[in-house]
């Protein structure tokens, strides 16, 4: 009982006769319906400045930063076994509606509980520079409120869809606290679903480099094991976008590699 109420409840008890106090309505606690482990979790991703940075310092490292887009797909659990079996963290940019579609959100509370970061790709997808700014920030809006209601965590960065963006994008995306990501490296996953092409493709990562990678395609998802062996060959280190720049990227802007 919270300290107030308790206080409240002895005074009542003190001031109030025995009749009166009977007809009081005391609402009883509701017993917790999730384990203490998850709910720790999701208590520590709803701090200011979730996912928390590792600080790594990508002016002196080899970094780059794996993004997947267009998720929660039914390859996401598979791809956050990988990198959770190898400690590496990437970004999804996670659209509304397939946040939606994944029953009882448990794709997204798990890519916030690995630590990874989460960012917003849109509710349905739209080329965003070909809509009117009540349209985007509505598309925005509708997939911050469902990841927030999920997990707790307010996201900072976002991805136009088709890299579509324009001033006005800019501007709706700075009014929501979002910086645009786009990329350095495009894969092509979502065209050549040839696992060996895909992994080829990632592995030309520079220092700095952001990668455009979808998590709904099995190739793609296929080809991580030797996307991650060789980059990390080379000496690279993983790390999410905002570690990339060593902080949360700025409302509106734009940013296409460090
Ligand atoms: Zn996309």
Redo the contacts with the bound molecule.
Sequence with gaps: MPLALLALAVCVTHAVPRRQHQHMKVTPIKPATIDPVTFAKRLVSMQAGWPRSRNFDCSKLKCVALTF??GPGEHTWRLLDLLRSRDVRATF?V?GQMVAADKGGHTVRRIVDDGHEIGN?SWS?PPLAELPPHRVKQELRHTEHIVRQLTGVRMRVM?P??GSTDEQVAAETRREGLAQILWNLDTLD?RDRVTETVAKRASHAKPGSIVLL?DIHRTTVDAMPKVLDTLARRGFTFVTVSELYGRTPSPGKMYTER
């Design positions: 887009d267009d940019f659209i790709h997808h991805r869809p088709y979502w979808h």
